[in-house]
């Protein structure tokens, strides 16, 4: 028979069938106690998960053997348990074989309907993270929304499942097996009268028709035989004699005109297991696309029919996943398939019991507790689970219509798989922050070189990926975008130093620095995401070293090369001794005021180039002598010349007359500036932020987004181009070769202006200046290698100085200005190679994933740099407001992100408007407004001392005083508050430790922080000292109640007197 293929699970308590359902269905978990399910088994024996006895278990096929997972109590005991616990027993069971593992799942529900003459199963809603409806009146899918259930429906199911048919491990292949199986379990078990068995297997066989092929529903088949014809074409007439017999319903009706048709010719034309059908049926291909690799599917199948009683329900689970045909829309193998058939009248309660089943199965919990469930109690502790963890909304505060939108974030559902740890007795923090300390190479290795080698270690076996990671067109959107980020800066250097020393280095030499630099430090260095660039301190540290040369007589190049000289010893020396450890005191304090300084520099610099072309080429001219006449010999008149512009003038042969006219028009340069300027801006902002737009492919607007700021750039270049404005333009020397004619590609050591001993005086100059790169580069590094940005490569700050110093020599041999790391083109850098998770599931928000981490981008950078001279006809054509317009779009980019940058928006913000950031709920406002204060006071400090030519050199040192003021907050704010408000922790993972920082003590004394910096372990205080006298136990119990406010009180009171034991 076909029932030996399987085995099913039926209630044993035969209960009345005429008790009202809402009296059978009855949930009484809000009493304690869970609804009991009568049992054949002895509950005074341990049970048998896998036994082949008894109706309430799950026997396994008689051709396969099983084995015996007995437990080490009784079913009594299983029941009695929380429902929490239940799952995690059962999710924390050994999986021995392949067919219990979790697939992802992708769910479908189907309801009987009646299409015309045709009764068939039409796709209605259907999961993979979030539900999707079909909605009727435009015949298309709505938007993924979260799906909001009814109680009364996830009651109703739970007692489906309790009291209908479950029958796990099914051995079949396709859905008319299935459909035999089901009702020949049924019929036995009484649930199903034998005369309506047929009827019961011709509805479940009917034809499943999707919303993908509503479409092409007037097509017929190409593959249709004669007898099929003939059968459809007498069911038809039969069924319109009947018509007017029957109640004029929408609701399908399956009758016996239907059931008397051959089933072998019913089979044929209708069944999904058949060839003829799995040749007919084609999957939805475009939808495919976004269901998980090794996803296995759930049907639902909900219906009212007119030859039943009583409901009929049946919860499968097949023993291996198949692909059955057209039953789902997609070619993805079915498992799981929930039957719910009923009597008229209940078509809108069936509807909301199959969302409620097809939402559980969406459920990461649940549907692991349904791929591992031996028996049915099983998934009734995984409904149970699923109702204590649901949230419920009240009916009217809400509109039920409005459907909700899927989170931007989801929280993850690991602390509902496992159960709860208990908290340690004692957190060495000391010893933790050593062990981040050692993972990024911030500690002392106590050896000559030591964090040298360990970078080098930590690095080498990524070196190879590094290319391989940058086959990708966001390389090539980042590539392009930093080119014009950094070939105008080094331009704009170029001039300034050109000024500053009298063009013994000038835009020529920027260009070949950037091209040495740029290529060592791509492939060499340990942190190729940093972007070299020339910066504000070392402009002013050679204009000084310049006029002192000048001063005393000494040639200026020849004197900044031992300069050079020293300053890449010193850095040696920095390196073999690990002096790269002290980045730990350069917390986020001081980052973020660096660089928030840097974004509003860039910022300002933008705005301030754009008014300096408004007083060179004011609106406001005078009168412009220069008129356009008829040419000579020429019948026109001058009136009618004198209506063509300057530069259209010569197009019809006319003259210019006056004194301007060697000169084009000015009065428009300004305006048309400040719009190449915001123009390029603003494209840049919004196209970046097309990505989330809701037009086009998600490919189309990742490449938009990738391309942002080129789109731009081509954009407003294009316009200026089309109007003509003589706007100013990117100019970039035409030869290579050095500005000044009387030196050359090497400085020579020694000269005659220069006394002996100048080389030994040269050490003095170049301790600030070392002082200078070194802050520079190492705040740098460390903004670059937050854990924001999930970097997984590795940092190497030792590598980075030690590469750095070997470039500053060869800058200086080379006479080449000196290129330390650029804070906003790394940032920059950064954020233009973030990666982000593919929205595979309709809805899903996409999640951070980290940063492309390559050196090939930075490479191409720089070797583009240094061809520019080969580019300079193409490169004219760029007005300087679009990269102006660059300037400022970088700027701004870079404070996104800064928590410094939103403390101070916050404090603007009435308190009700204010974001839910997570500082905010752990540290009371007025000590964010105080920290965020004195914070602003140090960037106001920062930003005067680098504004002043005088003050400017002192600037490295002031990032060395920030540290210090940083330090000295310690006896401003608690230790807890420090923690909050100055960590680098991203903000998912300081929600998650936030119950954690509830337990640190209010002392003061932070300061102990910093001691494993200089090898040293520091003294620890005893727990009872920082806890304020406050035994173990006593803490730990206050920890479980903070972390347990939603636990049952009677699992706290035993977890605490358990504690205190």
């Keep these: 028979m076909a029932s030996k293929h399987t085995t099913a699970i039926v209630a044993n308590d035969q209960r009345d069938t005429n008790m009202p359902q809402q009296a059978q269905l009855r949930h009484i978990h809000g009493n304690g106690q ?48 929380p429902p929490a616990q239940r799952v995690q027993f059962i999710l924390g069971e050994d999986v021995d074989d392949g067919s219990h593992v979790s697939h992802p799942l992708f769910s479908e529900m189907g309801m009987l309907v009646k299409e015309g003459d045709e009764i068939e199963w039409k796709e209605t809603a259907r999961w993979i993270k979030f539900e999707e409806d079909v909605e009727e009146g435009g015949n298309r899918w709505s938007k993924p929304h979260v799906a909001t259930l009814s109680l009364h429906a996830l009651f109703e199911l739970r007692g489906l499942l309790t009291n209908g048919t479950v029958m796990l491990d099914m051995e079949a292949s396709n859905l008319e097996l299935v459909a035999d199986l089901v009702c020949d379990q049924m019929v036995s078990s009484g649930t199903l009268p034998a005369n309506v068995k047929d009827k019961v297997k011709d509805a479940l066989l009917r034809r499943h028709r999707h919303q993908h092929e509503y479409a092409k529903k007037t097509r017929l088949p190409i593959i249709r035989s004669l007898a099929d014809m003939r059968n459809q074409s007498s069911s038809k007439k039969k069924k319109s004699n009947s018509k007017n017999l029957r109640p004029k319903q929408n609701l399908p009706m399956i009758t016996e005109d239907m059931v008397k048709s051959p089933s072998s010719h ?17 999957g939805n291909s475009h939808f495919m696309r976004k269901i998980p690799p090794g996803a296995e599917a759930s049907n639902i199948l909900v219906g009212e029919v007119d030859f039943l009683e009583r409901t009929l329900s049946c919860f499968i689970r097949l023993s291996q996943a198949a692909v059955m045909g057209d039953l789902t829309e997609v070619p993805v193998p079915t498992r799981f398939i929930f039957i719910l058939l009923g009597p008229p009248g209940s078509q809108s309660n069936f509807h909301e019991i199959g969302r409620a089943m097809a939402t559980l199965m969406s459920d990461e919990i649940f549907h692991e507790v349904a791929y591992r469930a031996r028996k049915r109690d099983h998934l009734l502790a995984g409904v149970d689970e699923f109702l204590d963890a649901v949230t419920v909304l009240p009916p009217g505060e809400w509109d039920p219509t409005i459907r909700i939108e899927p989170p931007a974030a989801i929280p993850s559902q690991e602390i509902r798989k496992r159960p709860p740890e208990l908290p340690k007795e004692e957190i060495d923090e000391e010893e933790e922050e050593q062990r981040l300390r050692e993972e990024s190479g911030l500690s002392r290795s106590g050896r000559l070189f030591g964090g040298l080698i360990n970078d080098i270690k930590r690095k080498a076996p990524w070196y190879w990926s590094d290319f391989r990671d940058a086959l990708s067109m966001q390389c090539v959107a980042s590539w392009i975008f930093l080119y014009f980020a950094c070939l105008s800066p080094i331009i704009t250097f170029g001039g300034l130093l050109a000024e500053a020393t009298g063009k013994n280095m000038a835009a020529m030499e920027s260009l070949v620095s950037g091209f040495v630099c740029g290529m060592g430090y791509g492939f060499f260095s340990g942190q190729p995401l940093t972007i070299l660039g020339s910066t504000g301190p070392v402009l002013v540290f050679e204009s000084i070293v310049y006029e002192f040369s000048m001063a005393q007589g000494w040639d200026y190049m020849t004197f900044r090369f031992w300069i050079g000289m020293w300053v890449a010893g010193i850095c040696i020396v920095l390196v073999a001794i690990d002096a790269s450890a002290l980045v730990c005191y350069i917390t986020r304090f001081t980052e973020e005021n660096f660089a928030t300084l840097i974004a509003v520099i860039f910022i300002y ?25 008829a040419p000579a010999k020429s019948n026109a008149s001058d009136l009618e010349f004198a209506k063509y512009k300057w530069d259209t003038c010569k197009l019809y042969n006319g003259t210019l007359i006056g004194t301007d006219c060697d000169t084009p028009p000015t009065e428009n340069v300004f305006l048309m500036s400040v719009v190449l300027c915001a123009g390029t801006f603003i494209f840049s902002t919004v196209l970046k932020e097309f990505k989330n737009a809701l037009f086009f492919p998600s490919i189309v607007r990742q490449y938009i987004s990738d391309f942002s700021v080129l ?115 790394s940032i920059n850098h950064v954020n233009s190679l973030k990666l982000e998770s593919e929205c595979s599931a309709p809805g899903e928000k996409p999640q951070f994933l980290g940063v492309r981490e390559q050196r090939v981008t930075h490479i191409m950078i720089f070797l583009t740099i240094g061809g520019s001279v080969l580019l300079t006809p193409q490169l004219r054509h760029i007005p300087m407001p679009v990269l102006f317009g660059v300037f400022l779009y970088m700027g701004v980019a870079s404070l996104k992100g800064l928590q410094f940058f939103d403390r101070i928006l916050i404090m603007f913000m009435p308190a009700k408007y204010q974001p839910d950031y997570m500082f905010l709920r752990q540290v009371p406002i007025k000590r964010v407004h105080l ?76 300061c102990q922080k910093y001691l494993p910096c200089f090898g040293g372990r520091g003294k620890r205080e005893p727990k009872s000292s920082l806890d304020g006298g406050m035994d173990v136990g006593a803490n730990a119990v206050a920890l479980i109640k903070c972390n347990t406010s939603n636990a049952n009180e009677k699992e706290f009171e035993a977890q605490s007197s358990l504690l205190k034991k």
């Design 34 to 81: 869970l609804p009991k399910v009568i049992t054949t088994m002895d509950s005074s024996r341990p049970w048998n998960m896998n036994s082949s006895s008894g109706d309430d278990e799950a026997p396994k096929d008689p051709r396969t053997g099983g084995e015996d997972f007995t437990q080490q109590f009784t079913e009594n005991d299983f029941e009695a348990t």
């Design 266 to 282: 019913s089979m044929a034309r209708q069944a999904s297991g058949t060839e003829l059908a799995e040749q007919q049926h084609k």
């Design 605 to 629: 610099k933008a705005i301030e180039n754009v008014v300096v072309i408004g007083k060179t080429f004011p609106v406001n001219q005078g009168i412009y002598d220069c008129i356009c006449t």
């Design 711 to 825: 789109i731009a750039i081509f954009s407003m270049t294009l316009f200026d181009y089309s109007l003509g404005v003589p706007t100013q333009k990117l100019e970039v020397p035409r030869e290579l070769k050095p500005t000044l004619s009387t030196r050359g590609w090497l400085i020579p050591p020694f000269c005659e202006k220069n006394p002996w001993w100048s080389a030994i005086i040269a050490v003095f100059p170049a301790m600030l200046g070392t002082i200078l790169i070194f802050m520079d580069q190492q705040i740098t590094a460390v903004i670059i290698n937050r854990k924001e940005n999930k970097l997984k490569k590795g940092c190497g700050y030792h590598l980075d100085l030690f590469v750095l110093s070997g470039l500053i020599a060869i800058c200086s041999v080379m006479g080449l200005p000196w290129f330390v790391a650029a804070t906003v083109l």
């Design 931 to 1006: 920290f965020t204060a004195i914070q602003l006071a140090c960037l106001i400090i920062l930003w005067l001392i680098k504004s002043f030519s005088q003050t400017s050199i002192l600037f490295p040192l002031m990032l060395v005083v920030m540290i210090g003021i940083r330090k000295s907050l310690d006896f401003v704010f608690t230790r807890r508050e420090l923690k909050i408000l100055d960590d680098i922790m991203p903000e998912m993972t300081k929600r998650a430790a936030a119950d954690d920082l509830h337990q640190l003590d209010a002392e003061v004394g932070f």
